[in-house]
């Protein structure tokens, strides 16, 4: 099925009115801000309040480390990784070199294994970025969505995700209104007005505009990779599908993270159930923004989330998933 590609006017980003007489205006952005009014006979009630959980304080980080009771998912997150042959896990161009400790320079970023030093670098620095992150609509159980996740993480991109989990009342509507049918995932660039369908046409957008023009070989089978991408789900079978009503955020969350990882793997299923919109920042393998993350917080570790709605950052993802649910859960 060809895609859609058309120029998608600002009017677009509005939530069609539900039924009852209510109207709904949301003012989509990638400011990181989504403002959102209900109005009801005239009234406006503001979003409910949304806080951290009391006497909440975020976990000491821990690397490598699963919590017991979430050993079972991260297993099941993990057979993604063979099915797929690690696609998503290294960024365009990646390179890894052994390295003595003693050159890698206090404040820098490097993989340290069993006592071995490595550089991991990469040709990303050659490609032309957004200036504005892409907006994605999109959910975790769907493998054509998972195989533009992939290409988000091999080209380095930040995102505005906007989750549509089955029976979730907002993006999901929106969809439809903006490209007349809900079908996943849907993709529009604020940098260029360009808005499409269809997971193979949007892999070719990125490449062409974000990368150096060449789909990777496992995103370029045809059949067989959409085949491994729906074997790649079945440990997770049905997990970041569904819709858990919960609270709407003023803004949205922000995760650092990448499709390859297990660990940010279950985080992301939660918020796509929980319907949060959430700007990633992709951090595969390679990734300049490893070093911007261990900059911002003295470490690397993913996923990291930051939350502007209450303040709270965090690292584990084990806790992670249980803030989410416990602030925006209802």
């Not at 504005?132 to 998972?146: A, D, H, M, Q």
């Not at 046409?201 to 059949?223: A, F």
């Not at 919960?246 to 793997?265: D, H, N, Q, V």
Request: glycine fraction near 8%.
């Amino acid at each position: 099925m060809a895609g859609l590609l058309r120029s998608v006017p600002p009017s677009a980003f509005r939530l069609p009115s539900p039924p009852g007489g209510k109207s709904i205006r949301r003012r989509t952005g990638v400011s990181a801000e989504i403002r959102e009014t209900v109005e009801i006979e005239g009234e406006r009630s503001p979003s409910p309040k949304i806080s951290p959980p009391p006497g909440f304080k975020p976990p000491e980080p821990k690397r490598f480390s699963v919590r017991p009771d979430k050993f079972l998912d991260i297993l099941g997150a993990s057979l993604a990784l063979p099915c797929r042959l690690g696609t998503g896990v290294f960024v365009l161009g990646y390179s890894v070199s052994l390295v003595s400790e003693d050159k890698i320079p206090p404040g820098e970023y490097a993989l340290k294994i069993a006592g071995l030093t490595f550089k991991e670098t990469s040709n990303l620095g050659a490609q032309a970025r957004p200036e504005k992150p892409i907006e994605i609509y999109e959910f975790e159980g769907c493998p054509f969505c998972r195989k533009v996740r992939e290409i988000v993480s091999i080209l380095d991109l930040d995102i505005l995700y906007y989750p549509c989990p089955r029976n979730s009342p907002n993006f999901r509507p929106k969809v439809l209104q903006m490209g007349g049918k809900q079908q996943f995932p849907y993709m529009v660039d604020p940098n260029t007005g360009v808005a499409m369908y269809e997971s193979d046409d949007i892999i070719k957008y990125l490449v062409q505009k974000y990368g150096d023009g060449t789909t990777p070989l496992m995103l370029s089978l045809g059949l067989l990779t959409t085949l491994t991408e729906g074997f790649a789900m079945i440990g997770r079978m049905g997990k970041g599908s569904s819709y858990s009503p919960s609270k709407t955020p003023p803004m949205p969350l922000e995760i650092w993270a990448y499709e390859g990882s297990p660990f940010c793997k279950i985080v992301r299923e939660v918020l796509v159930e929980l319907e949060l919109p959430h700007i990633f920042r992709s951090t595969a393998r390679g990734s300049p923004k490893r070093q911007e993350l261990y900059k911002r917080v003295g470490r690397f570790q993913v996923p990291y989330l930051e939350d502007p709605n209450t303040g709270v950052k965090m690292f584990e993802s084990a806790e992670i998933i249980d803030y989410l649910r416990t602030t925006y859960a209802l």
